[in-house]
């Protein structure tokens, strides 16, 4: 008897450290993801001028693979719940990563579209909706909201690390070796995954013994089902655009504001104090959640609200400032309050969506953020010779001003009830 409570601790141990190794395996996937998918961007410039691409060829490759991405997202989602999420998220990683080293071969814009669009935006595409269904797995609500503010740390280093680090490299040895070291990094990393990961439904099937998998068109469905969970999607739709137009046009952007700027200071500039503030935005943000959905659960979105309303004026800042130090401060603000949003995404969803949903969920999410989203690299391409990057991207301001008060009609009149309706389905889902 004492034995089998002594194997009953350790097994709870094991159980308990490894849910976090879980959250550090896919923080360091995500961090990968991030980082290669930032190094275009980075070396937009250098790129444009090797391959001889116009503004509107340079935005038409990131629109590309973002409607990519977003095709395969309600795909991904379903094939997500019905089949093993370790193997959907190693072989994304490996296929967007082999896609990276590709890429840094290409010698014109139809390479690019075929192994930078397609095929990366195809890996990481897969490699979403089951990213975070496994995070949920493994989290409940007692961790959830910290462990996704966590995992989105990855995110901001990642942009970080590949906007220093690619334009260093491209400095010193060429934009092309950028990809090729990016690239081999995750494909090494995912043969890794395939040693270390498991699914959690080998780890506790006694948790899925009666678990009936969601058909394609019930997944499809739920999502506009349930209002929360739409305008959630609208919601991200709008942040996507405004972060797409800024993560692809920012490097330029400082360069042709501070000429004195090299390619590696500005792919520094670009992406350092905004993601370095979003890493401490998160941090506060999903503590902050935590805290407050004990007394009422829909204070999660009302921060997502107050996120994408206070970062408004810093997006005007960062765009129309002719100082240095001002456009930073816009940066920095800009970073902190948008991780307010960033910290609750998937917190939210999966509180008004049932458990056999969540993956589908948030693939369907992603596709429609994306599809909306996608455009903005290709609108300031063409908008540039009018405007110009900076009122460009100042007016990206009144996008996330206007979704604020979407967040806060959503805090008010729908989330509540959703939340409820979402609770009762997961209990006749397990009777």
Known sequence: MEKSRTDNRLHETHKS??????????????FINQADRQIYNTLLGPISQSLNLTTADAGLISTLFSLVFATLGPISGVLADR????????????????????????????????????????????FAPANYATIAEYHDNKTRARAMSIHQTSYYFGVI????LAGWIADKYGWRNAFYVFGSVGVFFGLYMIWRLKDKSKIAEEDTKNYQ??????????????????????????????????????????????????????????????????????LVAGW???????????????????????????????????TMVMVYV?????????????????????????????????????????????FSPWILGKLEPLLG???????????????????????????ASDRERAIQANLNNKN
């Not at 999966?350 to 953020?369: C, E, N, R, T, W």
């Open 17 to 30: 450290f490894y849910k976090w190794e879980v959250l550090g395996l896919l923080w360091f996937a995500f």
């Open 83 to 126: 089949y093993s999420k370790k193997w959907i998220i190693v072989g994304s990683i490996i296929l967007w990563s082999a896609a990276t080293i590709i890429s840094g071969s290409c010698v014109g814009l139809i390479g690019f579209i075929i192994f930078r669009s397609i095929a990366t935006g195809a890996g990481e595409a897969f």
């Open 161 to 164: 690390v590949s906007g220093a």
């Open 213 to 282: 998998r969601p058909s394609f068109w019930e997944s499809l469905k739920m999502l506009f089902k349930v209002k929360t969970a739409l305008c959630m999607t609208l919601s991200f739709a709008s942040l996507i655009f405004v972060l797409q137009g800024y993560l692809t046009w920012s490097t330029m952007y400082l360069q042709e504001k501070f000429p004195e700027m090299s390619l590696a200071e500005a792919g520094f500039s670009a992406t350092f104090y905004t993601h370095v503030f979003a890493f401490i935005g998160v």
């Open 288 to 322: 902050l959640s935590d805290f407050l959905a004990r007394k009422k659960a829909q204070y999660r979105i009302l921060l997502q609200c107050l996120g994408l309303l206070l970062a408004s004026p810093f997006i005007v800042l960062m765009g129309m400032s002719s």
């Open 330 to 374: 816009g940066f920095a603000g800009f970073g902190f309050f948008r991780a307010f949003f960033d910290a609750n995404t998937y917190s939210v969803l999966y509180d008004v969506i049932p458990q056999k949903f969540h993956a589908s969920a948030a693939g369907v999410m992603l596709s429609l953020g994306f599809s909306i989203g996608s």
């Open 389 to 415: 990057l900076s009122k460009g991207l100042a007016m990206l301001s009144v996008v996330w001003f206007v979704f604020s008060i979407v967040l806060f009609i959503t805090f008010k009149f729908f989330y």
